[in-house]
């Protein structure tokens, strides 16, 4: 139980182009979703947390204009990095919590590594 | 400010020598303190949840325990296959976040 996929696993895109992520809750519903960035060798950082049905609140410093979040239904969150640029270049990961159990913790998905030339 | 700070940052171990990991936290209203196993390339695969001082869960060879300043997680008779990074993390009273440690990259040879 408690399974998280995320789509695409791997994707290059050029500079200036859009790229949407999909995480999605596949056993499970996720009133509460959220997305991290990870660098090589690095903790994971909170970007934002997405709320099904309404705007997600973002993490100090991240910007929502450019990273834009969609939590449409209790199984399916997406990030969209608009106008990518080579720093934006990253380790992304959502995770969801299960609010059937009542409990705290998140189940992350497997990640996309997100590389922009 | 919350803070979760996990020692050592690396270790290296042979296959069966058992060790623990340490993870100390500041934080106002502990909603948990949680254990995660990430393998290079994957995400965060969940191992364990802790609520309260005293608390101690076991899967396999790991074994987590808690304090209100710090918990363990415990590795008896490691194998190479227990080669991740394991991160801690606590959950605050009133928030759904998770502030993370840095991790710790275990490397157990056989």
């Known amino acids: 139980g408690a399974v998280v996929s995320q789509h695409p696993s791997w994707v290059i895109c050029k500079s200036g182009t859009s790229v949407k992520i999909e995480c999605r809750s596949l056993?499970?519903?996720?009133?509460?979703m959220f997305w991290y960035r990870q660098f090589p060798k690095q903790s994971l950082m909170l970007m934002a947390t997405?709320?099904?049905?309404?705007?997600?609140?973002?993490e100090q410093g991240v910007e929502k204009d450019k990273f834009l979040i969609n939590h449409a239904s209790l199984t399916l969150s997406t990030l969209t990095v608009t106008s990518a640029h080579p720093e934006d270049s990253s380790f992304y990961i959502c995770?969801?919590?299960?609010?059937?159990?009542?409990?705290?913790?998140?189940?992350f998905g497997p990640g996309t590594r997100l590389t922009v030339t | 400010e919350d803070q979760v700070t996990q020692s050592p940052e690396a270790l290296r171990l042979q296959e069966g020598e058992s060790s623990s990991l340490n993870c100390s936290y500041t934080?106002?209203?502990?909603?948990?303190l949680f254990w995660y196993r990430q393998d290079p390339g994957k995400g965060p695969e969940f191992l364990f949840t802790?609520?309260?001082a005293g608390e101690e869960k076991e899967k396999e060879r790991l074994k987590a325990t808690l304090t209100k300043k710090e918990s363990f997680l415990h590795i008896t008779a490691p194998k190479p296959e227990d080669s991740a990074t394991y991160l801690c993390?606590?959950?605050?009273?009133?928030?759904?976040?998770?502030?993370f440690g840095k991790g710790m990259k275990l490397t157990v040879n056989p």
């Open positions: 997405s709320n099904e049905g309404s705007k997600a609140t973002y």
């Open positions: 934080v106002s209203g502990l909603r948990g």
């Open positions: 995770s969801a919590r299960d609010i059937g159990l009542g409990t705290y913790e998140q189940y």
């Open positions: 056993d499970f519903q996720a009133t509460t």
């Open positions: 993390a606590v959950g605050q009273g009133g928030s759904e976040k998770l502030v």
């Open positions: 802790l609520y309260s």
